[in-house]
Structures are given as C-alpha cells and as structure tokens.
C-alpha cells in the first residue's frame, strides 16, 4: 500500500460522475496532510468523537464513485464542506 493517494485521479472521477459538484472538487484541491487509519480508509480529518457536538468530524454525506479496474471508493464530506477521508471499498478484507 502506498503512503499516499492520488488526489488527480479522484478528481477525474467526481468530473466525470458528478459533475455539477464543483464543491467536491474544490474541497479535494485543498486536501493534504491525510494518512492510512486502516486497510481501506485514508483519513483528513480527525473522526474522534465522530457527529458528537464540538467534533472536527460532522458528516454531512458519503458519495460513492465507480472505478471499473481498481474498485469504487466513498467520499466523506463533512458538514463544512471538508472531505473527511476516502473509503477504497476493494482495499477493505472481508
């Protein structure tokens, strides 16, 4: 697994899928500082104390994007508009 991710590459895919989200793409230029929290998820934002009042992690909606080689994969975006972190369905054992 690779330390990082390719933001490009999910950019690519919410033009393409959502195209009117101009906030979700946005939102994604401004992510950095993520990390691996497990398997198949790679994490923004801090989820201690997940929708619970004064939290940095408020989720507001999950938008799941079809990748037809490498699996689909779930956005996370919080309340203020955030991306909270990224789910990689296919990374995830069963």
Known sequence: MEDSINIEEIITLVKKQEPERADVIEALQKCSGGKWTSKGYYQFINSKNANEPGAAWQIDESIVLEQENKGDIVLDILKDGR?????????IEN
């Open 83 to 91: 991306i909270g972190g990224i789910e990689f369905i296919d990374l």
